[in-house]
Structure formats: C-alpha cells, structure tokens
C-alpha cells in the first residue's frame, strides 16, 4: 500500500500546524524539514506529530559518532523516521541504527537512507566525480545502506522499480518529487505522477507544494489520496 507523506516546508510553526491540521485526515505522515527544523527545532517535531507521525527529513552526514550522537538527541522528539545520508557510507548507517536502538527501544525512530537528492541529475552527478549515471549511483548507495542497517531508503521516483527489482520488498521506500499529472515541477529533476508511484512499489510519497500551494490544501491531499485508491 502506498501512503501519502506531507511535506510541511513552512518557515515557522503557525503555518505548518495549519497545513497539518488540514492535511492530517488525509495523510499517513507529515514531513519536518530542515527549514521548519531549523527555525522552531524540537517543537515543531512535537506539535506536529499530534497530527500525524512525524518524517524528520533533516539529512545527516558525518562522522559515525557524531551522526550517533545527533540520533540520540533526536530520538526523544517522537519522530517515526529520521533520514541520513547513505553517502556518509556503511559505519555511519550502522551508528545511526544502533544509537536509535539504544535512544528509543521498541519505539525507536526508523532510519531512512538518502540516496541521490531528487535535484541532482546525471550532469550534476558527473560534476561532483561521480561516473555511470543516478540509477547506478543509487543501487549502489541503496545496497550499501540496508546491508548496514537502514529500514528504509529515500529515492526518487526514477529509481523505486529499480531498486524494488534489486532489493525486493524489505525497504520502505520513501519518495520525494511526486507530482499531480499537469503540476509544475519545481526544482525537482527527477518526477513522476501518485499513481505511477504506487504501481512502481513505492511506500511513501512525499508532496509538498502541490498540495501546501493549494487554495485548499486539505483538498489538493485528498484528491492525491483517491488518486492512489
């Protein structure tokens, strides 16, 4: 089943709560970015999983025992999922799993491995030193992250077949740059349209502005909801 995640990115809590509150009925999870983070810090988190659980997209990436120790003090917040860099490589991942083991216990906050950002593209990948392409690079970031412990991974839409074929259906995947058929783009490279995300095995699809820009968000999410019924 794939569910509908929100991505609540407001530059202050007033108007996330808004968006949560009129979206809430609709989605599955609400996401907590780093611009909201970063201006209200654990407050937003709280406030917004009386919603809805909480995806707190904040990306880390950096050493082991730093990454372990940023789990550790995210953990209380009460998020369900807390993403890090697959690219911080496979002692990374296996520190943020084994510090949100010992933070949360049984209720612990799922680790979400990011792969390649939905705005990169191969050029830009190219750019960066990386050869063979975003699918390539992504298997490759995708394998090595599960093996070390990842629940989960964060992909784009180009990728959720590929790495289902791969990987099968262990990993909850997690999959920004979801657009309504006819929504602009943004600056997403990488996009596809609800339905076929979930035809391709997505878990979790994140929209933002498509339904936060809306006359209506409340609506704009239960029409991506029907949509994926």
Known sequence: MTGLCVALDAPDLATAEAWARATAPHAGLLKVGLELFSAEGGAAVRRIAQHRPVFLDVKLHDIPNT???AIRSLAPLGAAWITIHAAGG??????????AE???????????????????????LAETGVAGGTVQQVLR?????VAAGAD??????????????ALGEGPALVVPGVRPAGSAADDQARTATPEEM???????????????RAAD????AKGIVQALA
């Open 152 to 165: 989960g991974l964060v992909c784009s839409p180009r990728e959720v077949a590929p790495i289902r074929d």
């Open 141 to 145: 970031l995708a394998r090595l992250a």
């Open 102 to 124: 010992q933070a949360g216990g049984a209720n612990r906050p799922k680790i979400l491995a990011v792969t390649v950002l939905t705005s990169i593209d191969a050029a830009t």
């Open 198 to 212: 979930k035809a391709a095995g997505a878990t979790w699809i994140v929209v933002g502005r498509p339904i936060t």
């Open 90 to 99: 496979p002692a990374m991942v296996a520190a943020a799993r084994a510090a």
């Open 217 to 220: 968000p409340g609506l704009a």
């Open 67 to 69: 990454v372990a120790g």
